[in-house]
């Protein structure tokens, strides 16, 4: 898939203090250096859940963990079939993290620096000394050189290269199995994997440290966003309000708004096909900053719509016009007339967002005027925000579900349907309930459901109505 840059590439790192720096001084004095990841660049904390998540997949795979207690791991989800993350730790990439729908499973692909954290004890091969220099100048693992291999490497696998003393020298993908590679006198065992080189210094550190490491530009990132909110209030005197979904994006939005203009009433589209944890997330804020929450009706219209589309899909999510803009356009005309909201958008989420002007109105609710406080935030500006603030966050994002809306979505991947599946029984079931009575009734394929093809127009026996 094709780099998708949506903005500037801001990760930099402290060695001094161990921490990510989205700027190019760190508060204690430092000059940080840039760590070169993969757009777009949407970088966000590894919380506890995803530590586990990433150390399981390791343990299973190399059979020892790779993140360490104590160290911050940065995540950076990459463009991939289905889901890809780039794993950052010691300021540099260590590893990405791929999910393979059609086989179920997550996958490690390692990098060189990924062995100043993790000592292997499967999936190694081992090279004669007399190899190691062009090995680690990128060459593949050829069959000369070859002196051992773990029992039960399998074509494909991901592997370490170590030298005779067990030193790691590169990592790769095999191209044969073991028990291939020894009765092999010529040919490649492994393809060597080349990274662009970057320095990998580990060091203990928490996230309080990297919120004061950030400081100086969280105390520039919000200043901006205040003046930008108190110059559109004072240039369109609408009632004010925050359009508030539950997510992190909205919450630190919020927060921008109040410090701007003081308070304003959350407006939240109650789709009905909610989180629990969202809803107490909107009571949870609401209470703490003494808030009133104004929102739109309930799961109706999505299933009385389903009904005639079937679900909605990913090219074509009728759910959101239903569900989201035409309730709320009936909402702020009986109550307003005309409104200025407040929203969470941000450039890095997607090609549509960054080209997005950051004040604007929406073709469906044109009596809601928009503005982007935040448009130019990282996730990892709004999370370090957050954490400053000590502001209530939705316990979702604790689980590894990192977007925030119905539990249905079909924009998700099939690694976080996954995720949500194992977590979620309940929900997860009256979902599969309806597909199944769509599925039966459009006499459509048995992997419609498990391989997730209700997800993808032209699969799930659709007609193309419109909606006014």
């Not at 590439?9 to 204690?28: A, I, M, N, Q």
């Not at 590169?170 to 994997?193: D, F, L, N, P």
């Not at 630190?252 to 944890?277: N, R, S, Y």
């Not at 009986?334 to 929406?362: D, H, M, T």
Request: glycine residues 8%; charged residues 25%.
């Amino acid at each position: 898939m094709r780099r998708s840059y949506l903005g500037k590439l801001v990760l930099r790192w402290c060695d001094h203090c161990h921490v990510p720096v989205l700027g190019s001084r760190c508060e204690c004095g430092t000059e940080t250096r840039q760590v070169p990841i993969t757009p777009p660049g949407d970088i966000r904390p590894a919380f506890d859940a995803d530590i586990r998540h990433i150390n399981a997949i390791f343990r299973d795979y190399f059979g020892s963990d790779l993140i360490p207690e104590g160290h911050l791991a940065i995540l950076n989800k990459i463009p991939d079939a289905d889901r890809m993350e780039e794993i950052i730790l010691g300021g540099s990439v260590v590893s990405a993290i791929r999910y393979l729908a059609d086989e179920d499973r997550w996958e490690p692909i390692p990098r060189l620096s990924a062995s100043r954290f993790i000592q292997p004890s499967t999936r190694r091969v081992i090279v004669d000394n007399g190899a190691v220099e062009s090995i680690s100048q990128g060459s593949s693992v050829l069959a000369p050189g070859l002196v051992g291999m773990d029992e039960g490497i399998l074509e494909g696998d991901e592997v370490f290269i170590l030298d005779e003393g067990e030193r790691c020298i590169g990592v790769g993908r095999a191209k044969v199995s073991t028990e291939e590679a020894r009765a092999m006198q010529r040919g490649m065992i492994v393809r060597t994997r080349k990274n662009v080189p970057s320095p990998c210094i580990p060091g203990a550190a928490t996230w309080n440290e990297a919120v004061e490491a950030n400081h100086t530009i969280l105390d520039h990132a919000e200043a901006e966003a205040v003046r930008f909110v108190r110059d559109v209030a004072a240039k369109n005197r609408l009632p004010a309000n925050v359009s508030y979904s539950g997510g992190k994006d909205s919450l630190a939005t919020l927060l921008i708004v109040l410090t701007a203009i003081g308070d304003v009433p959350l407006l939240f589209a109650d789709t009905g096909l909610e989180f629990e944890e969202t809803y107490r997330n909107i009571e949870e804020v609401a209470l703490r900053y003494d808030l009133e929450v104004i929102r739109t009706g309930s799961a109706d219209p999505f299933w009385e719509t389903f009904a005639v589309e079937g679900p909605p899909a990913v090219d074509k999510r009728w759910c959101c016009k239903v569900c989201k803009l035409l309730p709320v356009r009936e909402l702020i005309s009986e109550r307003w007339e005309e409104c200025l909201s407040f929203i969470g958008q941000r450039k890095y989420e997607s090609f549509a967002r960054k080209n997005s002007p950051r004040v604007w109105r929406n073709g469906v609710v044109g009596c809601q005027l928009s503005a982007a406080p935040i448009q130019h935030w990282t996730a990892l500006h709004v999370w370090l925000y957050l954490f400053r603030e000590n502001a209530p966050y939705n316990a979702l994002y604790e689980q590894r579900i990192d977007r925030i809306g119905c539990y249905m979505c079909p924009s998700s991947d099939m690694a976080v349907l996954k995720t949500i599946r194992e977590e979620f029984p309940g929900l997860w079931a009256t979902w599969r309930a309806k597909l199944s009575e769509w599925q039966t009734t459009n006499d459509l394929p048995c992997e419609w459901i498990e391989k997730g093809l209700w997800r993808r127009i032209g699969e799930s026996g659709h007609e193309d109505h419109s909606y006014s």
